[in-house]
């Protein structure tokens, strides 16, 4: 089973920057994308950002332009860049992987990291 281990959160003002990183172990074959998620207190879990191992990268609305997600050469270690930071990204983020399927990221369900919390106040 695949286990992920999320870091680099923290807590920043509105317009400031972090970067998150994931170190993966026993990713499946099958798994040809890799991203992250976020969950905010009261709300359910939501894509933030994906990348296949070609190199295809996907992203929720609300964060283009201001995130940017990379990986590793061994396609194990993705990173998410954020950049100017809003209270609304606020929430616990995590570390997945999935089928890339005609250019969307298909997270196999259940298997996250503890996350990294991201705090960015007004």
């Known amino acids: 089973q695949p286990q992920f281990m999320e870091s680099g959160g923290g807590s920043v003002h509105t317009g400031g920057s972090l970067t998150l990183s994931c170190a993966a172990s026993?990713?499946?074959?099958?798994?040809?994308?890799m991203g992250w998620l976020r969950q905010a207190p009261g709300k359910e879990r939501e894509g933030v950002a994906y990348?296949?191992?070609?190199?295809?990268?996907q992203y929720r609305d609300s964060v283009k332009g201001r995130f940017t997600v990379s990986q590793d050469n061994a396609k194990t270690r993705p990173y998410l860049k954020m950049n100017t930071g809003k209270p609304e990204d606020t929430g616990m983020y995590y570390c997945?992987?999935?089928?890339?399927?005609?250019?969307?990221?298909?997270?196999?369900?259940?298997?996250y990291g503890k996350g990294t919390q991201v705090t960015v106040s007004s």
């Open positions: 997945t992987g999935g089928a890339w399927e005609e250019g969307v990221c298909y997270p196999e369900a259940g298997y």
């Open positions: 026993g990713v499946p074959e099958r798994y040809n994308c």
């Open positions: 990348i296949s191992t070609n190199g295809i990268t």
